[in-house]
């Protein structure tokens, strides 16, 4: 078995995965100000746990128990089970305002409302963060807002798998094995980045009052296979 935990903090001013699949806020929002783009990184994972088990069952052949027994050998012997776990926080993304920049191309980031949690108090994938964290800057203006202020939500992965070997009879150099995998065997899901566009605000200087829904899931629902290997 090994399991590791890694607390980490990735700030740049720009970043990306690669043009063709690129990631978070790619733009500078003041071009002639690079620095004004500084904050956390689009891979920026606070909290990270990984780990993973693989157990041979002592029962069968050359085992600690029933090894003498072939029909027990046959039904319990020469099983492994095994599994990995992923547990980490999520990454950080941008929200976008709506105020008219007239020259500037892209999105705009909102002001900052002081004393107001961009968390709303039962923040849920029905409204992942509070609107009202943030008010509408004025006309030909940008927001004080960082890039990936705030954070989405994280990771929980659990997979597990069962294998048996097999030995053929009389063809010691033949082994057969037979295995179960299951991805994401709680089918416990794993949501997206929610919407990142603000509206419903009055005008310059007032909140926002849109809801922040997630409608995607970063891993899939559980799923299973079954194999069956021959090794000569």
Same mark, same amino acid.
């Given at each position: 078995?090994?399991?590791?935990?890694?607390?980490?903090?990735?700030?740049?001013?720009?970043?990306?995965?690669?043009?063709?699949?690129?990631?978070?806020?790619? &733009?500078?929002?003041? +071009?002639?100000?690079?620095?004004?783009?500084?904050?956390?990184?689009?891979?920026?994972?606070?909290?990270?746990?990984?780990?993973?088990?693989?157990?041979?069952?002592?029962?069968?052949?050359?085992?600690?128990?029933?090894?003498?027994?072939?029909?027990?050998? +046959?039904?319990?012997?020469?099983?492994?089970?095994?599994?990995?776990?992923?547990?980490?926080?999520?990454? &950080?993304?941008?929200?976008?305002?709506?105020? !008219?920049?007239?020259?500037?191309?892209?999105?705009?980031?909102?002001?900052?409302? &002081?004393?107001?949690?961009?968390?709303? !108090?039962?923040?849920?994938?029905?409204?992942?963060?509070?609107?009202?964290?943030?008010?509408?800057? !004025?006309?030909?203006?940008?927001?004080?807002?960082?890039?990936?202020?705030?954070?989405?939500?994280?990771?929980?992965?659990?997979?597990?798998?069962?294998?048996?070997?097999?030995?053929?009879?009389?063809?010691?150099?033949?082994?057969?094995?037979?295995?179960?995998?299951?991805?994401?065997?709680?089918?416990?899901?794993?949501? !997206?980045?929610?919407?990142?566009?603000?509206?419903?605000?009055?005008?310059?200087?007032?909140?926002?009052?849109?809801?922040?829904?997630?409608?995607?899931?970063?891993?899939?629902?559980?799923?299973?296979?079954?194999?069956?290997?021959?090794?000569?």
């Amino acid at each position: 078995m090994s399991f590791n935990y890694v607390w980490s903090h990735f700030l740049d001013d720009l970043d990306s995965s690669g043009w063709g699949s690129r990631a978070g806020e790619q &733009p500078f929002q003041l +071009a002639n100000n690079p620095a004004a783009n500084y904050s956390n990184s689009n891979f920026d994972v606070r909290h990270a746990f990984k780990g993973y088990v693989v157990y041979q069952l002592p029962f069968g052949r050359g085992k600690q128990f029933l090894s003498s027994n072939q029909l027990l050998d +046959a039904a319990v012997g020469g099983w492994q089970v095994s599994g990995t776990v992923v547990l980490q926080t999520g990454n &950080p993304f941008t929200v976008y305002s709506n105020q !008219a920049n007239y020259t500037q191309a892209g999105s705009t980031f909102p002001n900052r409302n &002081p004393g107001v949690s961009w968390k709303p !108090a039962n923040q849920s994938i029905q409204n992942w963060y509070n609107a009202s964290a943030f008010l509408q800057p !004025a006309d030909g203006t940008f927001g004080n807002v960082r890039r990936n202020s705030l954070v989405g939500p994280g990771l929980n992965v659990f997979n597990m798998s069962a294998a048996k070997s097999f030995t053929v009879p009389y063809r010691e150099g033949i082994k057969v094995e037979f295995r179960a995998d299951a991805q994401n065997v709680f089918n416990h899901p794993s949501f !997206a980045d929610p919407s990142t566009g603000l509206g419903g605000s009055a005008g310059p200087g007032t909140p926002y009052t849109s809801t922040s829904p997630i409608s995607s899931v970063t891993v899939g629902g559980r799923n299973l296979q079954l194999g069956l290997r021959v090794s000569f």
